[in-house]
């Protein structure tokens, strides 16, 4: 449903986090974040945005939503994506 999926730029973040996986896809005023934390710990996600990500619309993730307006915390093997635009 969404070309941002397939098209969009892909930009990678936090290359050296051992245990977050997160990248956006951007296409035409739309924006996906996908976080994932491949460990078994709770990972706090350091992005310098992620207060305004926190308060966007969650599309899909595997627990629900429980952050507060200030950060973003993933749960152990948690996936989330994020959209803002569009």
Same mark, same amino acid.
Not at 43 to 54: N, Q
């Given at each position: 449903?969404?070309?941002?999926?397939?098209?969009?730029? *892909?930009?990678?973040?936090?290359?050296?986090?051992?245990?977050?996986?997160?990248?956006?896809?951007?296409?035409?005023?739309?924006?996906?974040?996908?976080? %994932?934390? *491949?460990?078994?710990?709770?990972?706090?996600?350091?992005?310098?945005?992620?207060?305004?990500?926190?308060?966007?619309?969650?599309?899909?993730?595997?627990?629900?939503?429980?952050?507060?307006?200030?950060?973003?915390?993933?749960?152990?093997?948690?996936?989330?994506?994020?959209?803002? %635009?569009?």
């Amino acid at each position: 449903e969404l070309a941002v999926i397939a098209l969009g730029d *892909f930009r990678m973040l936090l290359a050296d986090d051992p245990r977050v996986y997160a990248f956006t896809r951007s296409l035409d005023g739309e924006t996906l974040l996908v976080l %994932g934390n *491949f460990s078994g710990e709770n990972a706090p996600v350091s992005l310098p945005d992620a207060a305004e990500w926190a308060v966007s619309e969650l599309l899909i993730g595997n627990y629900p939503a429980a952050d507060d307006a200030e950060r973003i915390t993933l749960r152990p093997w948690e996936t989330r994506v994020y959209r803002r %635009g569009a």
